[in-house]
Structures are given as C-alpha cells and as structure tokens.
C-alpha cells in the first residue's frame, strides 16, 4: 500500500543541525498534510511541524524559530531542517502522511518506523 522511510538521524552535540527526510511510496494518490512528530524518553507523542499540500505550516512552540518543515511535491517527501539543536530535542521522530490511497476516496495516516535523534550537551 503505502510505506513511509524516515532517515537523516544520529546524534550530533548541541547546537549542531541534522536534516530528516522522509520518503513516501506506494499506491498515493495524493497527499494532504505531512508532518513530523516526535517521543521523547518518559513523555508523549508530540506535533513537531506539519505542513500542507500548499505549504502552509505549523511548529511546536518549542521548536519554532530553529526548525523548519518543507515537502516535495513531485518526489511526495517531506523535510525537517533543524538547527541549533538542543539536549530537549532528544528523542524518535517519526514521519506521518495523510495519503488518498488506489481507489480509495478518503485519507488514512501513515506513519513511519521512527528514526533516532540524539543530542548530547
């Protein structure tokens, strides 16, 4: 059906940059919002940024002003710059799709496996 491949994390110290991206393939149709997420040890799934088919977008209050989503149309990809890194930062981000899929007339949320961000002080 629908498969999303995250990759771009590793462990960097403080205020370094890392570059995720993610990969959507498939059976897609289309593709609404695109955002990213991340879970930190002991804490909730959290909204990181998110960002429309027309390029709108949205930031945790926490990240705001250091990262930045993009996405790709045309290669159904979508970014996560972040810069100025902090320990806080710290934990699996993961890649969701809201994807129209074969025949299918409505979106469903895929989510990839995770990739693993570390930031050491």
């Known amino acids: 059906q629908v498969q999303l491949v995250e990759s771009g994390g590793g462990l960097v110290q403080a205020g370094g940059s890392l570059r995720l991206s993610c990969a959507a393939s498939?059976?897609?149709?289309?593709?609404?919002?695109m955002g990213w997420y991340r879970q930190a040890p002991g804490k909730q799934r959290e909204l990181v940024a998110r960002?429309?088919?027309?390029?709108?977008?949205n930031y945790a209050d926490s990240v705001k002003g250091r990262f930045t989503i993009s996405r790709d149309n045309v290669k159904n990809m979508v970014y996560l710059q972040m810069n100025s890194l902090k320990p806080e930062d710290t934990a699996v981000y993961y890649c969701?799709?809201?994807?129209?899929?074969?025949?299918?007339?409505?979106?469903?949320?895929?989510w990839g496996q995770g990739t693993q961000v570390t930031v050491s002080s």
């Open positions: 960002v429309t088919s027309g390029g709108g977008t």
């Open positions: 498939g059976s897609i149709f289309s593709i609404s919002v």
């Open positions: 969701e799709a809201n994807v129209r899929s074969g025949s299918v007339s409505s979106y469903s949320a895929y």
